[in-house]
């Protein structure tokens, strides 16, 4: 499937790439210079590395899949995280004192106001949320890779025994494997500086792959097309729902009749043997259903984690175009992701990488500034092509067996460029290379120095001289990247990759946010409302796993997503507010004024 | 059509194609000035120091 153009282009990105982040690595002579690029990183510099951090193939792939479902209202929250990077670009909102206290991680401001050991579970809280999150990245970005160009990710090429585990090497894992090798070599030599070169070169290759594909889609299917068949996809597929809601109803009734007749276990397996005979059932009838717009997922039949088997299913349009209306969405949805888009643009360490990088708060609102917009077309863009795949399916007689919502995209991709110029799925692929690597490199390089400066750095009695500390925090970013290759492509967790993102991210967001704010702006935080931030909003998403977990897939008693996540923000504030004024009223709890260069105070801001 | 969602999401999609198209020429051209501009700045002996 890709020419030899095609594979010049990947290859010239490639070594492009790595030479470029080999060079920096002569400018690192201090953890200063590795971790933050001597602060030295100006707006547009900063605007380019931080938009190509922000956009990897995970990405990608999980606003495709809301496109896919919600059709353009799963851009939704690309236009909520933009509009609250705008205000926080413009208020300076929590950025502008972080940026003056001169720290470098979010945690090391928590010492000052709280002490070591809040510094310390909070550094703890970020590296869990914030790896675990990051261990989804290199199954999706190989998923990605696979479909697009056609190669199969189930194949096995041979096996690999470490430690009496052995573990099995396809295409995907190598290729994976790979791209990581290259993206800790330069990490590891040239910290932040090697970053921001990588980065901006990947942002104009990556950009210039959505750009011409974006451009693609739409001349390939008609704007107008587009906009009518997702409506009709979405009213027939209501129609579709409501034709099949009595046979639905009459088996929720037969298997409550299972269940109160022979117990839970047999009901369970009554309920799973009637979905796998009427998944055999809609299989055999995919192309007349996609002529009525509904589609028949069946990625869940030989899925690479078996936990995530499940029969074919009707795969059907929302509202495309109406947020509020749309299935799976919603007010409470809206709510949800319109106060995480501000924990996001504030709280999310790799993105405050840039704040703390920037060379004065005047350069990290204008690096806000800049980017806003660029995180509506991060959502809007992908999330075109995802509803163009479904329209394409749709009307090309269903998906093809083994796809589903979230492989639809690359699948369809793959189908439209190689039948375009020839040249143009090279660059696609080489501009989703690009996005994977930037987002690897910022995330592997920031959680590094999290592990360094909060949980590392506290414990020793004596600092490390300015060589030791480099050492050690580049052999935290290689133990990172070690440990990804094999969460990562061996380990899968149940469930899709937005529930995973969400949950992971909601531990450390929730409670960080929540920390943040009372520790700029609240003098009556303390370090008992902290330790009760921290404990409640993780409290929130954790119970979601469990609940869900116990109560099993269709029970009416499941937590939602927008349930757990409003619980997490609403806990932690509380905690915060309850745990200060309870610590105040013993008279235990530590409690440092707000320093006064930590305020958002506009004459802070030096520079040009 | 005449819902306004469809006109929201319209504008939204043409004018993420046309800030990115700007994007790609303006930080291709400013960004790469800063990089040589902050190699500069690193080349010099006293350039890992920060002030207070």
């Known amino acids: 499937m890709l020419t030899s153009i095609d594979w010049s282009i990947i290859v010239v990105y490639i070594v492009g790439c790595t030479v470029a982040g080999l060079w920096m690595r002569k400018y690192v002579r201090n953890v200063d210079d590795f971790a933050v690029a001597a602060r030295k990183m100006d707006v547009n510099l900063g605007v380019a590395s931080l938009a190509a951090t922000e956009v990897g193939i995970v990405t990608v792939m999980y606003t495709a899949q809301m496109g896919f479902t919600n059709g353009l209202a799963g851009a939704t929250t690309g236009v909520l995280t933009a509009f609250a990077m705008l205000v926080v670009g413009i208020t300076g909102f929590i950025i502008v004192p972080l940026r003056n206290a001169r720290v470098m991680t979010i945690p090391e401001l928590f010492e000052n106001r709280f002490g070591k050991r809040v510094r310390w579970l909070a550094g703890l809280v970020v590296i869990l949320g914030g790896v675990l999150n990051m261990g989804v990245f290199l199954r999706a970005g190989g998923d990605f890779l696979m479909n697009i160009t056609g190669m199969d990710s189930r194949a096995q090429l041979f096996e690999v025994a470490i430690l009496g585990s052995t573990f099995p090497v396809g295409y995907l894992e190598l290729i994976m494997t790979g791209l990581l090798a290259i993206v800790l070599v330069y990490t590891v030599l040239g910290g932040m500086l090697s970053v921001l070169i990588t980065d901006y070169l990947q942002f104009l290759v990556m950009g210039m792959g959505i750009v011409l594909t974006s451009v693609l889609v739409m001349s390939s299917i008609g704007w107008s097309n587009l906009i009518s068949g997702l409506d009709e996809a979405h009213r027939s597929g209501e129609k579709y729902a409501a034709a099949v809601k009595p046979e639905d109803e009459a088996l929720k009734a037969r298997v409550e009749a299972v269940r109160e007749e022979s117990g839970p276990k047999a009901a369970r397996q009554y309920q799973e043997d009637q979905g796998w005979e009427r998944g055999a059932r809609l299989k055999a009838s995919a192309k007349e259903l996609a002529a009525q717009r509904v589609l028949v997922d069946t990625s869940g039949e030989k899925p690479t984690n078996p936990a995530n088997l499940k029969p074919p299913a009707p795969a059907t349009m929302a509202h495309p175009f109406n947020p509020f209306a749309s299935k799976g969405m919603g007010w409470a949805y809206v709510l949800w992701q319109a106060i995480m888009a501000f924990a996001v643009v504030t709280t999310w360490q790799t993105t405050v990488a840039r704040v703390l990088a920037a060379r004065d708060a005047r350069t990290a609102k204008r690096v806000y500034r800049g980017t806003w917009f660029y995180f509506v077309g991060r959502w809007c863009l992908p999330g075109l092509w995802g509803a163009a795949a479904f329209y394409y399916f749709a009307t090309h007689g269903g998906l093809p067996e083994g796809v589903g919502s979230e492989t639809a995209m690359p699948r369809y991709l793959g189908i439209l460029l190689s039948g375009s110029f020839t040249g143009f799925l090279g660059l696609m692929i080489a501009a989703m290379l690009a996005a994977e690597m930037s987002t690897d490199s910022g995330y592997l390089l920031t959680w590094a120095t999290v592990i360094y400066n909060d949980l590392v750095g506290p414990c020793l009695r004596k600092p490390l001289s300015p060589r030791a500390k480099l050492l050690t925090v580049r052999l935290l970013v290689l133990a990172i990247g070690v440990f990804l290759v094999f969460w990562g492509l061996w380990y899968q967790p149940p469930g899709s990759i937005w529930e995973y993102l969400a949950v992971t991210g909601n531990i450390y967001l929730a409670s960080l946010f929540a920390l943040l704010v009372g520790a700029l702006y609240w003098r009556r935080a303390n370090s008992w409302g902290a330790v009760a931030a921290i404990v409640l909003g993780a409290a929130g998403p954790i119970a979601f796993l469990v609940v869900n977990f116990l109560v099993g897939k269709d029970s009416p008693y499941r937590l939602s997503g927008e349930a757990s996540g409003l619980a997490a923000f609403g806990l932690a504030f509380a905690g915060l507010i309850v745990g200060s004024l309870v610590g105040e009223a013993t008279g235990l709890a530590r409690a440092v004024p707000i320093p006064t260069s930590h305020r958002s105070d506009s004459s802070k801001e030096t520079g040009p | ?52």
């Open chain 2, 1 to 52: 059509m005449s819902d306004p969602f469809v006109w929201f999401w319209s504008g939204m999609i043409f004018a993420s194609i046309a800030w990115y198209a700007f994007l790609l020429f303006w930080l291709g051209v400013k960004g790469g000035y800063e990089i040589f501009h902050m190699i500069k700045v690193l080349s010099r002996p006293d350039a890992g120091e920060t002030p207070p």
